[in-house]
């Protein structure tokens, strides 16, 4: 299994951007942005971004941790 670095957009009500960063292990990118995905829903992912809403138009990132980064899916 790989590990993926998943970015998840994030904005404020006072339209300042951020983003929460998962590692992910997974076999597949696709397979680890759906898990970050699901993961960024629940509580403790709330509170751990202190509740900052993820920005469902931004763009989502993923990398293969293994490679430094090279291998990106969108």
């Known amino acids: 299994m790989s590990q993926w670095l998943v970015s998840i957009p994030t904005r404020t009500p006072e339209g300042r951007n951020g983003q929460h960063v998962f590692v992910v292990e997974s076999p ?3 397979t680890a942005r759906h898990e970050a995905e699901a993961y960024a829903q629940t509580a ?3 509170r751990h971004r202190r509740f ?3 920005d469902p138009a931004g763009q989502v990132t993923v990398e293969a941790a293994t490679t430094g ?3 990106r899916y969108r």
């Open 52 to 54: 900052t809403p993820l």
């Open 44 to 46: 403790a992912a709330c």
């Open 28 to 30: 597949h990118g696709r």
């Open 69 to 71: 980064g090279l291998d």
